[in-house]
């Protein structure tokens, strides 16, 4: 008996503090993006007008996993990956432009999502700078979702693409 207990001990050793305590996906803070969750139109303003897509988000991989399907009128397609880690919440995005991006989430105090933040990184003209993405104005039916960029280290944010969705299932 003792060396079973053992064994079982230094088994949980190996094991990763995720598969030891549970996945964080099943802990309070694994809502943080479900306003999100749905199907919804979405409208944004262009130099030419207004253009028009759908964004499908889903929760997958027994709810661990908030799974996004970007489409414009464009042709322009994307997708994310969301999931709450141990350390906090992580997406990764791509789409058929060969856009690769990662970000790490910010909370409020109710523990929802507010945004999105990718590391600093030298732009093209040479500036050091920041993006993020954020969601206001989350209703049930409706929210705004704003791409941004600073370049004094997160001080001042100008968007650089305001997305408006409205709640279609």
Do not use: K
Not at 39 to 57: C, F, H, P
Not at 101 to 126: I, K, S
């Amino acid at each position: 008996m003792r060396l079973s207990v053992t064994l079982l001990a230094a088994v949980a050793l190996t094991l990763p503090a995720s598969a030891q305590a549970g996945p964080p996906c099943q802990s309070p803070e694994a809502d943080g993006l479900d306003f999100w969750v749905g199907t919804w139109d979405l409208e944004w303003d262009t130099a030419n007008g207004t253009a028009s897509g759908t964004n499908v988000i889903t929760r997958e991989h027994n709810g661990c996993v908030i799974q996004e399907r970007f489409a414009a009128e464009t042709g322009f397609e994307g997708g994310s990956w969301s999931v709450l880690t141990p350390a906090g919440w992580r997406q990764t995005w791509v789409d058929n432009g060969g856009g690769y991006l990662l970000f790490d989430g910010a909370t409020d105090a109710d523990g929802r999502v507010t945004e999105m933040r990718q590391a600093p990184f030298e732009n093209p003209q040479g500036q050091r700078q920041t993006n993020r993405m954020v969601w206001e104005d989350v209703t049930a039916d409706s929210l705004v979702w704003r791409w941004q960029a600073s370049l004094d280290d997160g001080e001042t944010w100008a968007d650089r693409w305001v997305i408006r969705y409205t709640r279609r299932d």
